[in-house]
């Protein structure tokens, strides 16, 4: 079993940056690929970037590639999303999620086991 907790969301202006973070509960953090995903207002769910299990491999949705970076300390059973260059369309509320197969590396949720709660992330014009 693990617990997902997010933090770090916030209001910020345009162009400006946030870090969230995740914090992993469950001694098997370290084998599970991580994941954020982001949910704005009437649409749905959508993958934001993914990291595995040994932090070597990461991808991103297009629209945040070169803006958004994913990293993840295993000794602090913790992973991070570094945004910058933030835009209005940004604005979302950002889920941390956990893969338990150690091979995978997905965008697709329904292959996500564990969620968190959700940060709101809101970055005015």
């Known amino acids: 079993q693990v617990q997902l907790v997010e933090s770090g969301g916030g209001l910020v202006q345009a162009g400006g940056s946030l870090r969230l973070s995740c914090v992993a509960s469950g001694r098997t953090f370290s084998s599970c690929a991580m994941a954020w995903f982001r949910q704005a207002p009437g649409k749905e769910r959508e993958f934001v970037a993914v990291i595995n299990w040994r932090g070597l491999i990461t991808y991103y949705k297009d629209s945040v590639k070169g803006r958004f970076t994913i990293s993840r300390d295993n000794a602090k059973n913790t992973v991070y999303l570094q945004m910058s260059e933030l835009k209005p369309e940004d604005t979302a509320v950002y889920y941390c999620?956990?893969?338990?197969?150690?091979?995978?590396?997905?965008?697709?949720?329904?292959?996500?086991?564990?969620w968190g709660q959700g940060t709101q992330v809101t970055v005015s014009s």
């Open positions: 999620a956990a893969d338990r197969n150690i091979a995978d590396v997905t965008p697709l949720a329904r292959e996500y086991e564990y």
